[in-house]
């Protein structure tokens, strides 16, 4: 068998071995989640939802369109490709943490299924549109994953990626680093007096420092037989992934 392509080495600080990774992540979005949109919102300076819903458009997601929002969490992604489908309805919402999906129940009429994007618990060719936002350095085999994804989408079905990438050059990284790893961690725990919410952002800058690059994720998604693989990126640090199933 091989090996599997992890996103991200362990972290012993925060887990001890692969095995414990997923019960480790799950306790963390569980004990973080009403902090989440909160959280997010200002640490992006309100960005988010416009962000979300100006990406889904651009890659084509249209009217009439079956989607599958993998890792939705508390639904950031989904509300918005409701408002471009015009309603929930053909949404389906898949994340492990009941408290990410007890938050995002909360917000749209979408179809709710815990799982994880290892093992998408649906028949094959389900959906026109997958899409998974800030959660690929979460899951335990790139390759699996997006065997996965291309499973239970139909043919000319398309797949978006989105992920906050550290910046190649020094000076990029060293502000990232600033950013990410000291300066968001400390001010959610100033904001939420919640050590749990400071965890979950602490953990956000921990696996973005440790991910594999751009290049090795695009090579999992070819070689789970994915066409048109891509990455645009905007200033280097807002990764859009996206391919085709033929
Ligand atoms: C940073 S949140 C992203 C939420 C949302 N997609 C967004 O755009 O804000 C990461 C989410 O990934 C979920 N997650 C963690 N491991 C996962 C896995 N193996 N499969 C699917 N989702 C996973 C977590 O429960 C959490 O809700």
Redesign the pocket.
């Known amino acids: 068998m091989l090996d599997a392509m992890t996103p991200h080495p362990t972290l012993p600080g925060r887990y001890t071995s692969p095995e414990a990774k997923?019960a480790f992540?799950?306790r963390l979005?569980d004990r973080g989640a009403r902090h989440?949109d909160g959280v997010?919102n200002w640490g992006f300076l309100h960005s988010?939802s416009s962000y979300?819903r100006w990406v889904q458009r651009r890659y084509g997601l249209r009217p009439g369109m079956h989607v599958l929002?993998?890792?939705?969490?508390?639904g950031?992604?989904a509300v918005e490709a409701a408002r471009i489908l015009g309603s929930a309805e053909t949404i389906t919402c898949?994340?492990?943490?009941s408290g990410?999906l007890e938050e995002a129940r909360k917000k749209l009429a979408a179809r709710f299924v815990q799982?994880?994007?290892?093992e998408l618990p649906f028949p094959d060719a389900s959906f026109d549109f997958l899409t998974?936002?800030?959660?690929l350095r979460?899951?335990?085999d790139l390759e699996q994953t997006f065997a996965e994804y291309r499973r239970v989408l139909r043919p000319g079905g398309k797949v978006l990626i989105?992920e906050v990438t550290k910046p190649a050059g020094p000076i990029g990284r060293f502000l990232f680093r600033l950013y990410f790893g000291r300066i968001y961690p400390a001010l959610t725990q100033l904001f939420t007096r919640s050590r749990e919410a400071r965890d979950m952002m602490a953990y956000?800058w921990e696996t973005m420092d440790q991910c594999v690059p751009p290049a090795a994720v695009l090579a999992a998604m070819q070689s789970a037989g994915f066409t048109a693989v891509k990455r645009n990126s905007i200033g280097g640090m807002f990764s859009e992934y996206s391919a085709v199933k033929a």
């Open positions: 997923p992540v799950n979005f989440y997010v988010g979300r929002d993998v890792a939705c969490g508390t950031l992604v898949l994340d492990p943490s990410m799982g994880r994007a290892e998974m936002g800030y959660a979460h899951v335990m989105l956000y």
